[in-house]
C-alpha cells in the first residue's frame, strides 16, 4: 500500500506500507511494531535516549483525560475541525470534504485525535506516549519523530495540523500543509490553571503573552485567520489535581514542600483556558 503522506526520514522519498514494514525506493525500511506504531525518529535527530514525556507523565495525562476534565476542549475542537475550506477572502465556510488528514504533531497519548475523524496522523517524540496511544486508536497512523526537525510528511500533505501544548517548527507545518489547509495553535490560556499555579509557585504570572508570542512566530509562514480563548471552570478530586500536576510543568518548578500542601487537598476548582490560534497558509 502506498501511504501517500509519509516519506523516509533518511531520504526523504515516499515510503510505501507492506507486511507491516514501511520502506522507500532506496530501501530504507522501518517496521511497524507489535503495538502498531512506527518509529521514524533517526538517532542523530534525539537528544536522548527517551526524548519526550516519560512514561509517569503519560499516565497522568492519560488519567486525567480519561477522568472527563477535558471533555469540554476536545469537544470545542471537534467542532472546530468540522470540514471546512478558506475561500480566496481568507473567510472560512463549512465543506462536507470527506475525509481530511489531520496531522496532531506532539499529540502525547492521542486522546485529542482520537475524538476526531478524517485520515489521521500522531507525532511525538515520547516512544512511550506514542506506545499508549497506538494500543487505544488502532485506525490512526502512529509515527514517533522529532516535530522540531524536519518531519516524515510529504509536502502539501495535510489539510489541518493540530499543535496542542506542544513543541512546533512552523516552516515544517507550511511545507506540510496543503494552500487553503488549516494549522490550528493552542496555548496557554491568561489564567490558565491559575488557582494551581498560585499555590505551587511564588511567581504563578498569567499567560497573558503566550498566545502572541505563538502568533507571533508563525507570522512569516502563515496568516492568522481566528483567535479565541476558550476557558472553563473545572472542579478536582483528589487524584485529578496530582496527575494534572505529575503531567504539566509544574511537576519539576515547585517545591516538595508545595508538592506535599497540594497532597491535603481534597477538591479545587480550577480555571481550564487555551488560547486557540487558526492559521491558513494561503498566502495574503
Ligand atoms: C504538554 S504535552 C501535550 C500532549 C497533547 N498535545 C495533549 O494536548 O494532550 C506535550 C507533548 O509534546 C511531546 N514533545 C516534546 N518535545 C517534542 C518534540 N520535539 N517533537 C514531538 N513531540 C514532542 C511530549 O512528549 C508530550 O507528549
Ligand atoms: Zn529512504
Not at 507523565?57 to 471537534?78: T, V, W
Request: aromatic share 6%; glycine share 6%.
Amino acid at each position: 500500500m502506498n501511504q501517500q503522506e509519509l516519506i523516509c526520514p533518511v531520504c526523504r522519498e515516499a515510503l510505501r506500507l507492506e507486511n507491516r514494514v514501511y520502506s522507500c525506493n532506496n530501501n530504507h525500511s522501518f517496521d511497524v511494531a507489535k503495538d502498531g506504531y512506527v518509529n521514524l525518529l533517526l538517532t542523530h535527530q534525539r537528544k536522548s535516549k527517551n526524548p519526550g514525556d516519560d512514561k509517569a507523565m503519560i499516565q497522568a495525562r492519560r488519567r486525567f483525560f480519561d477522568s472527563g476534565a477535558f471533555d469540554p476542549l476536545a469537544k470545542h475542537l471537534k467542532r472546530v475541525l468540522k470540514p471546512r475550506i478558506t475561500d480566496s477572502n481568507g473567510s472560512q465556510q463549512q465543506n462536507p470534504a470527506p475525509h481530511p488528514s489531520i496531522l496532531d504533531c506532539g499529540c502525547g497519548e492521542g486522546h485529542l485525535l482520537g475524538t476526531l475523524s478524517g485520515n489521521r496522523f500522531g507525532v511525538d517524540v515520547s516512544k512511550e506516549a506514542i506506545r499508549y496511544a497506538a494500543k487505544r486508536h488502532k485506525e490512526i497512523t502512529w509515527i514517533v519523530a522529532n516535530g522540531m526537525r524536519e518531519l516524515p510528511f510529504a509536502n502539501d500533505s495535510m489539510d489541518h495540523i493540530l499543535s496542542i501544548l506542544a513543541p512546533r517548527n512552523n516552516e515544517e507545518f507550511a511545507r506540510v500543509l496543503k494552500p487553503g489547509g488549516t494549522l490550528i495553535l493552542g496555548v496557554p490560556g491568561p489564567k490558565h490553571l491559575i488557582e494551581l499555579r498560585s499555590k505551587l509557585t511564588d511567581h504563578a504570572s498569567a499567560f497573558e503573552e503566550k498566545a502572541d508570542e505563538a502568533a507571533g512566530k508563525c507570522a512569516s509562514h502563515f496568516r492568522e485567520m481566528i483567535r479565541e480563548t476558550f476557558t472553563y471552570p473545572q472542579t478536582l478530586n483528589q487524584t485529578q489535581i496530582l496527575d494534572l500536576i505529575q503531567m504539566t510543568p509544574l511537576f519539576w518548578n515547585s517545591s516538595p514542600e508545595a508538592k506535599e500542601k497540594i497532597r491535603q487537598i481534597e477538591e479545587l476548582t480550577i480555571t481550564i483556558s487555551f488560547a486557540l490560534i487558526h492559521f491558513t497558509c494561503s498566502p495574503s
